[in-house]
T-cell receptor, first 113, second 112 residues
Framework: NAGVTQTPKFQVLKTGQSMTLQCAQDMNHNSMYWYRQDPGMGLRLIYYSASEGTTDKGEVPNGYNVSRLNKREFSLRLESAAPSQTSVYFC????????????FGQGTRLTVV | AQSVTQLDSQVPVFEEAPVELRCNYSSSVSVYLFWYVQYPNQGLQLLLKYLSGSTLVESINGFEAEFNKSQTSFHLRKPSVHISDTAEYFCAVNPGGFKTIFGAGTRLFVKA
């Protein structure tokens, strides 16, 4: 049981380049999330998808787009990368809202130069 | 809106000593409370959670946390730490929707 799988694990981009981070979960969860983790700031929600076919902005959505491709997959796209987007990105999934546990992928370490 | 404050960014402690990682939150509504742990180069894993009922919750590896509504706190404790407990610990709150708010994290460093 793989849980939540993210690709790639590491990426270096030049300013202005675009890329898509992929995330897939095999737990049949309805909700999926993208977070970024920066030192001293914890995790901040970028976008989430409450269920297949819906997406909503989180705390820090600017510069990002998402696609809920199907129930398993939720991708995050950077259209024109900026150095401020250097971060570790985590995908997570959960069965429902509120008090349920979120399961996290291992993260993508992105550096924008 | 909700917020979470983890009062210590780093906590060094000797092996077999007790430890407390402090977490305070702010919310105008009732919230669910969580502690997650992140080992180096890994994602976060749930350590324990408080939803309702008994204010003291325990994890399988000896950690416990107590919900204190009057002080809006959810401190994490362990009576005797091991080297393997070295990790970053995140306190988090959720008011019942899809947005979980995480604290900045506390790095626990257990020394031999």
């Amino acid at each position: 049981n793989a849980g939540v799988t993210q690709t790639p694990k590491f990426q270096v981009l030049k300013t202005g380049q675009s890329m898509t981070l992929q995330c897939a979960q095999d737990m049949n969860h309805n909700s999926m999330y993208w977070y970024r983790q920066d030192p001293g700031m914890g995790l901040r929600l970028i976008y989430y998808s409450a269920s297949e076919g819906t997406t909503d902005k989180g705390e820090v959505p600017n510069g990002y787009n998402v696609s809920r491709l199907n129930k398993r997959e939720f991708s995050l796209r950077l259209e024109s990368a900026a150095p401020s987007q250097t971060s570790v990105y985590f995908c997570a999934s959960s069965d429902a809202r509120g008090g349920t546990e979120a399961f996290f992928g291992q993260g993508t370490r992105l550096t924008v130069v | 809106a909700q917020s979470v404050t983890q009062l210590d960014s780093q906590v060094p402690v000797f092996e077999e000593a007790p430890v407390e990682l402090r977490c305070n939150y702010s919310s105008s509504v009732s919230v669910y409370l969580f502690w997650y742990v992140q080992y180096p180069n890994q994602g976060l894993q749930l350590l324990l959670k408080y939803l309702s009922g008994s204010t003291l919750v325990e994890s399988i590896n000896g950690f416990e946390a107590e919900f204190n509504k009057s002080q809006t706190s959810f401190h994490l404790r362990k009576p005797s730490v091991h080297i393997s407990d070295t990790a970053e610990y995140f306190c988090a709150v959720n008011p019942g929707g899809f947005k979980t708010i995480f604290g900045a994290g506390t790095r626990l460093f257990v020394k031999a």
